[in-house]
DNA sequence: TCATTTAGCGCG
DNA sequence: AAAGCGCGCTAAATGA
């Protein structure tokens, strides 16, 4: 190891970079001066960094999490803080908050694809193979990753709001940090309480063919159609097939089907309800990606263009409640489930600052607050209101309550009016803590320009219009949407940091398909948007609600400050994540 | 034959 | 029949 030499004064950052044999590093002091920097073999490297993680507590400095931080957490080693160049770049270069001419803008590289692996801890992470491994991801050098750590930190301090923007790069580093260990963790998942959920709403499985209930649907289905050969999975042909039968839709979605009276609605609706079960979730999804006890899907942070996470194989985000059951904590363990009640309008009072809107929502239901205010009649008129002024519903009963809501709100409703308007002029808009929408393609403004000049048809206007008005829609989301995703990072960070403060339980109370970080300790286990499980040991369940609880304040403060508003959580303990 | 697009539905 | 945002995934249809 060759950690020992003195430096002068604690790193504030140590930033890495690979190498053939394994790392190079480089000290950097509170100002951003290097103070050192040396080489680590491959095979010392995590012991090598935990070792300095104890001693100087640094931001660890690297390209890419995920090609860092699966081997070190399957080494048992787990750090507190980093910076993730490619996800703190991509905030940079697009942000409004930073100076058009900034270099960070026009670095080359770093616009690069996360390298993600589905393995949780592939051992061959650490050795590095040189251009063919170089050719993923953004640059692994450790000169480019100085380089364009610079280039960040000169973005962020000569930009309008370098509090924002530190704040920004900071959470979504450490959202990193918490895909990399959600996924080594793993969501705890009972393959028995899956079958048994399949099995009741599928039916048993027979030799080859289809569950029996979702055969006997089928079956009903036919019959209805008076057609035992019917096709039920063709879109075509089931088309073709209903209107066969005077059932004269235009698609065979369950939305126009459910507005059809005929004998051959009801059953087509569970045939679809079932078969989607089945090809989604069925059994099939239980072979692939639950493996000993756990799902461990691949967490993207910064997947979504405003900030949110994606997700990618096994459809993490878009688990049916139905299969929640089978989520389930280890012996001796438990899960502490929590989301947040109306995330994103609780987000658009704050960020607008509106008093009123921030009123309705204080120790309550938000939508109940609506009510009291006379703004409209019930809860879920208020629902409807507020989701569509928030996505920008035009027409329906969402078009005509939104109005309403204007003149109570005037200040949130404005907020999202402007940066509707924004959008559609072409304009760029940001969220709270400075994320800033794409600029529109350039089809989008060829449109734009093509429809003001004098020889214009009609149809270029039409199209024109609908797009601009398309990309208003997108923009006035954008900004509550994006802020409410920069609101849960807050909240996970610094429920991450809560949860390491409680004592681990003794060895022999462990649940090692957590992984050597989590066995002992409770340990964030999904993650969806507004909401997050953590798997704990069962006398920590108190410590962790609490967490989870405290955690979400702290995230208005940090975010809001002193203004008025309280993100109120539902928080439910159990052994499976069940839900109503 | 293989690759890309579409319809539909799951989640927030 | 989706009004109204953001996604991922599957199976079938369609294109090359």
């Not at 070792?51 to 640094?58: C, D, K, N």
């Not at 329906?396 to 309550?401: A, F, M, N, T, Y």
């Amino acid at each position: 190891m060759t950690s020992t030499v003195p430096v002068t004064g604690v790193p504030a950052w140590i930033v890495l970079g690979r190498t053939v044999a394994g790392a190079a590093v480089a000290y950097l002091d509170p100002g951003g001066m290097e103070q050192r920097r040396h080489e680590v073999a491959a095979s010392e490297l995590a012991d090598w960094i935990a070792h300095a993680e104890a001693e100087w507590a640094p931001r660890w400095v690297w390209h890419d999490t995920p090609q860092w931080y699966p081997a070190l957490l399957a080494h048992g080693v787990r750090i507190a803080r980093c910076h993730d160049l490619r996800l703190c770049h991509v905030i940079l270069r697009a942000s409004a908050l930073v100076d058009p001419h900034a270099p960070v803008r026009t670095a080359a590289g770093w616009d690069a694809a996360p390298h993600v692996t589905l393995e949780a801890a592939a051992p061959t992470l650490f050795d590095f193979e040189g251009p063919a491994d170089a050719a993923k991801g953004p640059p692994a050098d450790l000169d480019d990753a100085l380089a364009e750590f610079t280039r960040q930190r000169d973005a962020i301090a000569g930009g309008a709001e370098p509090g924002r923007l530190r704040l920004l790069t900071a959470a979504e580093s450490a959202g990193a940090l918490v895909a990399a260990e959600m996924q080594a963790a793993g969501l705890p998942w009972d393959a028995a309480a899956h079958d048994r959920i399949l099995t009741e709403t599928l039916g048993e499985r027979g030799t080859g063919g289809q569950p029996a209930n979702l055969a006997a649907s089928a079956a009903r289905v036919r019959a209805a159609l008076g057609d035992p050969t019917a096709s039920l999975d063709s879109q075509p042909k089931l088309l073709r097939a209903l209107h066969r039968v005077g059932v004269l839709v235009e698609s065979t979605s369950r939305w126009e089907l459910a507005e059809q009276r005929h004998p051959v609605i009801e059953p087509l609706l569970e045939y679809k309800k079932l078969s989607r079960l089945l090809s989604a979730n069925g059994w099939a999804w239980l072979a692939e990606w639950v493996d000993d006890g756990r799902f461990r899907p691949v967490f993207v942070p910064g997947g979504v263009v405003t900030g949110r996470w994606a997700s990618s194989g096994g459809g993490a985000l878009q688990l049916p409640r139905q299969l929640r059951e089978a989520v389930r904590a280890d012996p001796g363990f438990t899960l502490v489930v929590a989301d947040v009640a109306q995330l994103e309008p609780r987000v658009l009072a704050a960020m607008s600052g509106d008093l009123t809107l921030a009123g309705a929502a204080r120790d309550r239901d938000l939508y109940a607050g609506i009510v009291e205010s006379g703004a409209v009649a019930t809860r879920s008129e208020a629902k409807i209101a507020i989701l569509g002024a928030m996505y920008g519903a035009t027409t329906g009963e969402s078009g005509r309550l939104v109005p309403r809501l204007r003149r109570t709100y005037p200040r949130a409703m404005g907020l999202v009016d402007d940066a509707a308007r924004t959008g559609e002029d072409g304009g760029l808009v940001s969220t709270w803590l400075g994320r800033t929408c794409p600029p529109p393609s350039e089809v989008w403004a060829e449109a734009q320009s093509r429809a003001s000049e004098a020889d214009a048809t009609g149809a270029d206007e039409t199209r024109a219009r609908r797009w601009a008005r398309d990309r208003g829609r997108f923009t006035r989301n954008f900004v509550v949407q994006g802020t409410a995703a920069e609101w849960a990072l807050a909240w996970l960070a610094d429920l991450r940091t809560r949860l390491d403060a409680i004592p681990p339980v003794p060895a022999e109370r462990s649940a090692p398909r957590s992984g050597p970080v989590f066995a002992r300790r409770p340990h964030l286990a999904f993650f969806l948007h507004d909401e997050v499980i953590v798997h704990t040991p069962v006398e920590h369940a108190e410590a962790a609600a609490q967490a989870v609880k405290d955690a979400a304040d702290t995230a208005g403060r940090i975010l809001f400050g002193d203004f008025p508003m309280d993100f109120r959580l539902d928080v439910r303990t159990a052994i499976t994540a069940f839900k109503d």
